[in-house]
T-cell receptor, first 111, second 112 residues
Framework: SQKIEQNSEALNIQEGKTATLTCNYT??????LQWYRQDPGRGPVFLLLIRENEKEKRKERLKVTFDTTLKQSLFHITASQPADSATYLC??????????FGPGTRLSVLP | DVKVTQSSRYLVKRTGEKVFLECVQD?????MFWYRQDPGLGLRLIYFSYDVKMKEKGDIPEGYSVSREKKERFSLILESASTNQTSMYLC???????????FGPGTRLLVL
């Protein structure tokens, strides 16, 4: 069955450093992969989408890579700030299939 | 901006009660979804609808039903609430290609 793993349940980093979150998937051939941010008590908010033929995507301080050979996506936040503290969910997806989300990584950026 | 609203942020019900959770989206999206989110289990799809009066079961439909009489509104119904349905319920909508989902703020349901 399809399985999505995110590197760790929680990640603490110092303000100003680069946070790197990992998403690994098995038994999947996603056409694209999305990253969402979720704050406590709120619904997830879409951040970035990267397609299978794209290696890298950037948006301001965010960067996502997608390696279909390794079946992995990396999500980077550069110059991290305390306001970046949240849970980040990855969602590899293929058309015609139900959405499945990873369990999430809770990021804490310490001042 | 897409806006998805849910009827309640917090809800407390008793075992055996019938519970209605309402979701409304304002972007004319064809697809609407209901998820529940539990610690350690992540987001799990209960039901989704790709058109008015159409519905499909997700991964955990047992104990739930849905209704979509109008395009903008998708209701989740717990016919007889049980304590194991205590959870955070999230509604989402998307365009037909289903690429990006827009979530509501969630309803935290407590069943006593």
């Amino acid at each position: 069955s399809q399985k999505i793993e995110q590197n760790s349940e929680a990640l603490n980093i110092q303000e100003g450093k680069t946070a790197t979150l990992t998403c690994n998937y098995t038994n999947y051939s996603p056409a694209y992969l999305q990253w969402y941010r979720q704050d406590p008590g709120r619904g997830p908010v879409f951040l970035l989408l990267i397609r299978e033929n794209e290696k890298e995507k950037r948006k301001e301080r965010l960067k996502v890579t997608f390696d279909t050979t390794l079946k992995q996506s990396l999500f980077h936040i550069t110059a991290s700030q305390p306001a970046d503290s949240a849970t980040y969910l990855c969602a590899p997806h293929n058309y015609g299939q139900n959405f499945v989300f990873g369990p999430g990584t809770r990021l804490s950026v310490l001042p | 901006d897409v806006k998805v609203t849910q009827s309640s942020r917090y809800l407390v019900k008793r075992t055996g009660e019938k519970v209605f959770l309402e979701c409304v989206q304002d972007m004319d999206h064809e697809n609407m979804f209901w998820y529940r989110q539990d610690p350690g289990l992540g987001l799990r799809l209960i039901y989704f609808s790709y058109d008015v009066k159409m519905k499909e079961k997700g991964d955990i439909p047992e104990g739930y039903s849905v209704s979509r009489e109008k395009k903008e509104r998708f209701s989740l119904i717990l016919e007889s609430a049980s304590t194991n349905q205590t959870s955070m319920y999230l509604c989402a909508s998307s365009l037909p290609e289903r690429e990006t989902q827009y979530f509501g703020p969630g309803t935290r349901l407590l069943v006593l």
